[in-house]
Structure formats: C-alpha cells, structure tokens
C-alpha cells in the first residue's frame, strides 16, 4: 500500500506493519496455536514465579473445571449457550455498525416479564400457553428495550453507544426495584414459583438445560442464514458499510436501522427468558451476570460468524470455569486467578493482530516492494 | 469457500459434542451421585483424614460475616482432626443457582456434609438436598428446614441476640458515664434528646424483616436495662453489605441525634462513618458486628457483637463424623460459647466490664430473659402472647404462598419471649415503644 512510498525515505525504519490480506486458514491455525502455547508459558512463570505452585498441575486443574465431570460439563454448555444467545443478539447490530452496549439491559427486561408471567399467570395458564406467553412477552420486552434507541438513532441521529449503555442502568433498576416488591417479608427472593414449578423448564432426557441448549442452536443457525443469505442480512451490511451507498441503493435506513435492532433486543429477550424459566428461576440485577458485555467481545472476535462465535464463547467459559476451579482448590484469591485466564485472553486477542497485519524488519525492504503493490 | 466449510465442520463438530454431552450427562448425574452416596457412608466409618466439608460462602475472607464462617469451620476441622485441604470452599456465592451448582459439585467432589452461609441460599439448597438424600445439607441462618420433611436438611442459628442484649449493655454503660458526667446534656447536644428528655439512640440495619427486628430490640432492651430513657431509631440500607449506604445511614442517624449506633449490616461503613463525626466534635459511639471494629473506629468503637460458629461447626463435624444425626434445627449462645462481644473499646465507661460479666451471667444460667415482657410493651400494654406462624412463604405474588405449610405455635413462655426455640432462624417481630422504623431505606 504505501510501501512504495516510504522505500523513498532514506532511513528505514526497525520494522514495518503491512496488512496481511487473507491469511490462509492454516496460517490462523498456526498463529492462534502459537499465541495459546505463548500464553501458557507465560502463565506458567507467573504461577510459578507469585504462587510457587506446580503450573502443570493448575493446568489440569482449570482442564478439570470444565472437563472434570459430565454434570460440571453439561453445567459449562448451559453457561456456553447464554453467553452464546447474547452474542447472536448483538450481531446483526454490530454488522450494522450500531453499537449496542445494551445487551444486559435487555436481556433483564426480558427475564423481569418471563419472572413476572410466571408468578402472576403462573397457577392460572396451562402450561404450553404458560410458556407461549412467557416467550412472547420476552421477545416483546426485549425488543422494546432494543427498539427505543433505535428509534432515536434513526430519527435523530443519537449516540447509540451511550444510550444503549444508559439503557441498562434503566432496566437494572426497573429490576432492582420489582425485585424489592416481590421479596416481601423475606430478605431475598429465592426461587419463583417453588411451591409448582410453573413455568419451570422441564428437564429433558434428564438434563435440565437441554431446552436452553436446543433454543440456542436453532438459534445460531436461524442468524447465521439471515445475515448471510437473506435479503435483509445484505441490507444490514450495506448499511454497515456505508449508510450513503445504502441510501444510493435505495435501501431504507431507518427501516433497516429499526428493524435490526428489534432483532437483536428481541434475541436478548429470548435470552432472559431462557436464563429466568431454564437456568435460575429467578430474576435479580446479576441475572445477565455481565455477559451482555462479554458478548460484545465474542462477536467481535467471531466478526459476526455464529459459529465461529461458539468456538469463542466455549473458550471464555472454559476459562472462567477453570479460573473458579483454580480459586477454590487451591484456596487462591480471585484476582490470581484472574489473571492467569487474563493472560490468555491477551494472547488470542494479541494474535489476531498478527493473522490481520504482518511485520516487516529493516532490511527485508525488497520484499516490501513485492507486498506493498 | 473451503474457509468457510472448515469452520461449519468445526462448529457441527462442537454441536455434536454438545448434543452428546447432554445425552451423557443423564446418565453420568446418576452415577455422580452414586459415588457420592458409597463415599458417605465409606465415611461415616473411615477417620476424619479422609472426611471432605463442603462450605458454600457469600462473600470471602474480605468481608467480616464469611470471614467468622470460614475461621470457625476452619478451628473446627483441626479440633477433629480433618485436615484443612479436606475443606472444599466456594467463595463469592450469589444466592442463586449459582449456590444449587456450588452444592452439587461439592458432592461430585464427595463432601460429606454442606454448609452454606447465606439465608437466600436455602431455596437452592434444598433442591440439591432431595436429589442427594445421604448427604447432609446446612442451611445457616435458614428457616424452612423442620418444614421440609427432608432427614438430611438442617439450619442453623446462633443465639446473637444474646451478645446483641450485652452489647447494648455496654452502649448504655457509655450513655450513663457521658450523662453523669455532665458530657451530653441538653445543652451540649440538644438534637440528641426529644421532647419527654428520652436519649436518641440509633440502629443501621439491613432488612425490614424478623431477624433485623430481633437483633434491634435485644440492643434497645440492653441499652434500657442500664439508662431506662432512651429511644431508638431504625434505619434500613436493604443490603447485607453496602459500605456506602450503612457510613451514610450513620451520619443521617447522628444528625437526627442518635448518640449510640448499633448495626446489623455487615461493613465497617456505620463505625467509619461515627469515628469521622466523633472526631469532628459529635458525641456519637458505635457497637459494630461480626468483628472487632477499634481498627476501624478506634475512638468512637465500644464493642461488637459476634458470633462463634465454631461451636456450630465442632458440634456439626463432630455429629457428622461418627455418622450421628444433627439436630434439625440448632440454636445456642452464650452458655455454649456460640456468641459473644469483642474486647471492649477504650471509650468504654468505667465499671462496664463489671456490668458485661454480670449480664452474661444472667444470661447464661437464665436469671436474665432478654425479651422479658416487663420490659418492653407494644402500644403501651404488655405482651402476654405472641403467636408465631412458622409457614415459609412466597410473596412474589403479592399475597404470601405457603410454600412449606408450618403450625402456628405460641412463643410466650413463663413471662418472656422465647427466641429461637420453635426454629433456629429468629421469629422475633413485636414493634416495641420506643424504637421507630424509617419508613424509607437510606438513599
């Protein structure tokens, strides 16, 4: 790109960064490959060098907090499928360029109506309408959280990032407070509808999470095929791109604008839906637990590829899974523990750097002039 | 195109993986919990060597409530010979179903017996409870486990108002010296009297709900047994801890007047809070909890009320170990060493050690009834009985469920109010003359 450019100035310096267009699959393997074992050495000298502990054997520790058992792992695709729901959720918004920060806010909204159909409808509604209208008002709620500043996005131009994020303060609060109304004379909630089980997910095949599992990959595929396939998932992209180009093509952008975004709150909704009836049966400001956040990290990396974002999202509850695991065998403080898994994660994002760009040292000019056509 | 196919191979791959898991995990949850039965009962007859104690906390050792739980159970395991890497520790539980998977994998490791710290736990708890029958389950400070019906479900509670009446013994020992001594009077401190010339004392507590309540008025009645004329305000943070919210609690209290403050809330806030206000010029002391607060507060601090869970904790191992059942509900104080009041502070007044020993005395041999109901009356009459419904409930819904139905039993006996005698979990909830309720939580 500019290298022909700079071959002119005289001094050339330590090391250039050129764009690295497409790196071959292989290439990624190896890089990523490369950035694990660097970390694990790395991890290794801090475990060993803070902790004195033997790092090999708080390896096979955090490999236990997930692998050690099916129940803790069938526990680890439980949390997999909600960070993975939410990171679904946000990526027809993020292709779009819209940067939706709410997620947690509505994920919760979702969560607080499924909690309250089921306390209120309950031990009046058969089941299956039961769960249908805790599905729908889910979708709805979430929606509508997603929807607001779509809207104002779309016809005033406002910064989404910032309103998305206020929107979760709303919605933990909204939370907070129908939380404080429900608990009554007890000091904390506890589990809704305990005395029937309504509106408790049923265990399937003698697994309580399989409906969550199942919802989720149904709906890694439904996306994958919208964003890719669909006359939509194009608009989406277009817009992403460009909002003038998409305008040029005719494309409605406020329409898409909104639209997405319905989408993507409504997944959140489904999301709190499945946390509150499959996963706690409860509702609390910790319901969505941050992973609203985390998921903007599993997007991003996966670049909107829902499959790829399993892979991301199997890895970051492995290693918080592992981190717990460490903390609780060997009696360590969180914050190591937080470190250890921080390390890792600073590889693999650092060595996406490297799949996206590559150096080149001083005196490799003449391959320089090659790449750089 | 083979890019993109390699990763749709490796993602159906993973989803296989998922689906045989789930398939897996059927049948293997069973075989989990076959082990975990056989390791029971192997270990109600091996040695402690090889007992394992689960602990599920809500906080960790940063916070004085899981502090005391994990060094009581700790001096309890090296009393019985456990060793302390047979203490599994799960730290930072939310009352959640983060508390039922905290449990479950705690008989996966083949614990014998699981306690968890946190009220809000119990739900989870008990879920985990029936599933594995020959493991016993501890729900501490809990109030529904006599309810259940299940054999290997317990709670478990100290007698704290006990060492919550001594403390206020000492508060009113403060109260009496700064009188006498001409310190605190109407014309020193005017907001600190009202209008009959009562003192205004002041309570940081967590929840509006029985165990807050009891707490508060064994304090008040301590207080009153020393300095008859005083009144107490209740103020409500609505968190177990919130640093924040109990220092800002304090200061409102000491602004309304409130010379003493008393707290149930887990934090150091409320002693900070009164040491800063003391060393600017206000007559204001503080009775903490859970831990000796002079490092906090070391002018304005008198005394805290603890507890000792390794009493519990001894007793329980000790029953657990030589496969002896544990009481459903448990309860004791200070004649079993199960409470007490940390080293008293040095702005106690003179004689208060005298006064404390006395009170534990009483307490101890029963001379002394903390709610003796001729010491405090409800809308100006004396209780002569109390009925106590024992029914755990839901009121998600507005109107409370019973969600283990209970009897209703009377808890008025030879002239007091016998606490934490129908269950562990306390059930005190009289409205007493002479302590208001904010209506408000502090903001």
Known sequence: ?373 | MKKVLGILLAAAMAFSMVGCGATATASSAASTAGTAESGATADATADAANFKVGLISIGDETEGYSQAHIDGIKTAAATLGIPEGNIIMKKKVEESSAAADAAEDLVGQGCGIIFANSYGHQTYLVEVAEKYPDTTFVSMTGDFAALTGLDNFKNAFTNIYESRYVSGVVAGMKLKALTEDGTLTTATQPDSFDADGNIKIGYVGAYNYAEVVSGYTAFYLGVKSVMPNVVMEVMYTNSWFDIDKEGAAAEALIANGAVIIGQHADSTGAPAATEKLLNSGKICYSVGYNIDMRETAPNAALTSATNNWSAYYTEALSAALKGEALPTDWAKGYADDAVGITELGTACAAGTAEAVAAAEAGIKDGSLKVFDTATFTVDGATVTTAPIDLTYNDFSSGAPVAVYPGETKEAIVDGAFSESTLRSAPYFALRIDGITEDAEPVA
């Open chain 1, 1 to 373: 790109m500019s290298g022909a450019a700079e071959n002119t100035i005289k001094k050339e310096p330590l090391v250039r960064i050129v764009k690295r267009d497409g790196a071959t699959f292989p290439q990624k393997v190896a890089v990523r490959v490369v950035a694990i074992l660097l970390a694990l050495v790395v991890d290794a000298i801090f475990i060993f060098g803070v902790t004195g502990l033997n790092p090999l054997g708080v390896y096979s520790v955090m490999w236990g907090g997930t692998f050690s058992n099916p129940t803790r792992f069938s526990w680890a695709m439980r949390d997999l499928a909600t960070l993975l729901c939410i990171g679904i959720a946000l990526a027809p918004a993020f292709k779009m360029r819209f940067w939706n920060i709410g997620a947690e806010g509505q994920v919760l909204m979702g969560g607080l109506v499924t909690a309250l159909v089921m306390v209120y409808f309950g031990n009046s509604l058969p089941a299956p309408v039961l769960f249908a209208t805790m599905l729908v008002a889910s979708v709805a709620a979430g929606a509508l959280w997603g929807f607001i500043p779509a809207w104002f996005k779309a016809h005033w131009n406002t910064n989404e990032t910032l309103f998305t994020l206020m929107m979760n303060y709303v919605a933990t609060s909204i939370v907070a407070c129908m939380t404080n109304i429900m608990r009554g004379k007890a000091s904390s909630l506890g589990t809704l509808n305990k005395a029937t089980k309504a509106g408790w997910f049923p265990a399937i095949a003698g697994q309580r999470y399989t409906i969550n599992i199942i919802v989720v990959i149904v709906l890694t595929f439904a996306v994958y095929a919208y964003l890719k396939y669909s006359k939509h998932g194009y608009e989406i992209t277009v817009v992403g791109e460009s909002e003038n180009t998409a305008r040029y093509a005719g494309i409605n952008v406020r329409r898409v604008i909104i639209r997405t975004m319905l989408i993507s709150g409504a997944i959140c909704g489904i999301c709190g839906f499945l946390i509150v009836a499959g996963k706690d049966q409860t509702i609390s400001t910790t319901s969505a637990g941050g992973q609203g956040f985390t998921a903007i990290i599993v997007a991003w990396l996966a670049k909107f590829n829902t499959f790829y974002m399993a892979l991301i999202s199997f890895l970051l509850i492995f290693l918080s899974r592992g981190a717990s695991e460490i903390s609780s065998v060997y009696s360590l403080n969180e914050y190591a523990t937080d470190i250890v898994t921080g390390i890792i994660l600073f590889f693999i994002l650092g060595s996406e750097f490297f799949i996206n760009f590559r150096l080149i040292w001083r005196g490799k000019a003449p391959k320089l002039t090659k790449e750089g056509k």
